[in-house]
């Protein structure tokens, strides 16, 4: 016959028993805070983020450049324009490029109106 031995734990693993028990019986009726979730409904106004101002030389495009162009170049370069799918002058994204790529680009423009495009060709950040 056999005999049936008990085993024996050491005080080791019995504290390590004790305490997993105790953990679990004092955090089971723990409430955990959740966050509440965004509301999925649609975003009524303009995606625009509210920390990052607008680069000053984009606004100086939509202050002095855009209305100097449009009034200039108008109506080619603007909406519906026979040049406006290459080349489109309300983007300051697409005229900062073509300033940048094409020598060109002012040879339309005259005196103050040529200036003006050049100082704000000097503020534009390297690539």
């Known amino acids: 016959m056999r005999r049936h031995r008990r085993h024996r734990r050491g005080p080791v693993a019995t504290v390590l028993a004790v305490s997993a028990v105790a953990a679990l019986a004092c955090g089971a009726n723990r409430r955990v805070a959740v966050a509440p979730r ?3 409904s649609p975003v009524t106004g303009p ?16 202050s002095t ?5 449009a ?11 026979v040049m406006y799918g290459r080349l489109p002058f309300d983007d300051a994204r697409t005229v900062a ?3 940048r790529d094409r020598p060109g680009f002012l040879r339309r423009l005259k005196g ?3 200036e003006a495009v050049e100082a704000w060709i000097a503020t534009l950040p390297a690539r």
């Open 38 to 40: 965004p509301d999925p």
């Open 97 to 99: 490029d073509a300033a």
């Open 47 to 62: 995606a625009v983020p509210m920390s990052m101002p607008e680069p000053a030389w984009k606004a100086a495009f939509e």
């Open 112 to 114: 103050a109106d040529h």
């Open 71 to 81: 009034e200039r170049c108008t109506p080619c370069h603007q909406p519906g324009g």
């Open 65 to 69: 450049i855009r209305p100097m162009l």
